[in-house]
Nanobody, 120 residues
Framework: QVHVVESGGGLVQPGGSLRLSCVVS????????MRWYRQAPGAERDLVAT???????KYVDSVKGRFTLSRDNAKNTVYLQMNSLKPEDTGVYYC??????????????WGQGTLVTVSL
């Protein structure tokens, strides 16, 4: 089994910062791409940022220059540093990872999400 657990969400004022973490555990042999999605209230789940296993990153235009992805492969963890937060960044942030296990060559796993609220 593979487990993905996000943490770090909360309430922050506009202009503030938060750091989200996503830890992958289980019988994994490799982790490929790791992604963060955001689902605003009443909206669809949208891709925010991706980091490959060699550290290459890609961001949606609305967060470029404000959000930074990093990963610690030794800890099977990906971080999303969010600065200069805006009310429109509010939503549930989900971690999505592509992994290989001893049994399955490719598996996509979602976390349960962590809520970020940007408000006065």
């Amino acid at each position: 089994q593979v487990h993905v657990v996000e943490s770090g969400g909360g309430l922050v004022q506009p202009g503030g910062s938060l750091r989200l973490s996503c830890v992958v555990s289980g019988t994994i042999t490799n982790i490929y791409d790791m992604r963060w999605y955001r689902q605003a209230p009443g909206a669809e789940r949208d891709l925010v940022a991706t980091i490959t296993n060699d550290g290459s990153t890609k961001y949606v235009d609305s967060v470029k220059g404000r959000f930074t992805l990093s990963r610690d492969n030794a800890k099977n963890t990906v971080y999303l540093q969010m600065n200069s937060l805006k009310p429109e960044d509010t939503g549930v942030y989900y971690c999505n990872v592509e992994v290989a296990t001893r049994i399955v060559r490719f598996l996509e796993v979602w976390g349960q999400g962590t809520l970020v609220t940007v408000s006065l």
